[in-house]
């Protein structure tokens, strides 16, 4: 009866990250820019940005805490990782929806480093976002066991999402490239314009 009922959880919180994985593939690749920007679109880079870095703390501060025995002070940080974590998936569709996407103009050794760190991030990002939710449930739920064996190899999916999510931003937004790709960049930019507008 308790397998069981693990599976229904799994199955239904799985089904629900596959709704929204498709979704984010379709905002992020196939969605069309919004014709309007926002203000303080431009700001949620880092935003976005800062709340992984602080689900990290929290993750790392949670795991630590249940090692020590200190089990509200575990529950208190898992629940602030996982408000921050959803924080950062709001802010995310928001910028997303508005801005699009960002082309990096890397070169040289950094281009396969952000590319590989880029990748692996994407791809767990698709592991996380059903693991975190059935940890969760578990906890909620009161199946500590189910909970325990499940969130061993939670921990390091999520901690690693939420750092490179940091690294990313930072690769993307503060790497410095060279002014002859930029002003390549802005000049294709324009020519896209013009032609649009004919």
Known sequence: MIIQSNRSIVITLLSVSLLAIIFLVWLIYFKAEAETELPFVQHLSIVNALLNGSSAIFIILGVRSIQRGKKKKHQRSMLIALLLSSLFLISYIIYHHF?????????????????????????????????????????FL?????????????????????????????????????????????????????????
Do not use: C, M
């Open 142 to 198: 009161s199946k500590f066991a189910s909970h325990r064996r499940i969130a061993r190899y939670t921990f390091p999916i999520w901690l690693y999402v939420s750092v490179t999510g940091v690294l990313v931003y930072l690769i993307l937004n503060h790497f410095p490239v060279s002014e002859k790709l930029t002003n390549l960049t802005e000049t294709t930019t324009e020519s896209q314009f013009k032609r649009n507008i004919k």
């Open 99 to 139: 801005h699009g996407d960002t082309k990096f103009l890397g070169q040289g050794l950094i281009r396969p480093v952000y590319f590989f760190i880029l990748i692996t991030h994407i791809a767990l990002s698709v592991i996380a976002l059903p693991i975190v939710l059935i940890t969760f449930a578990f906890a």
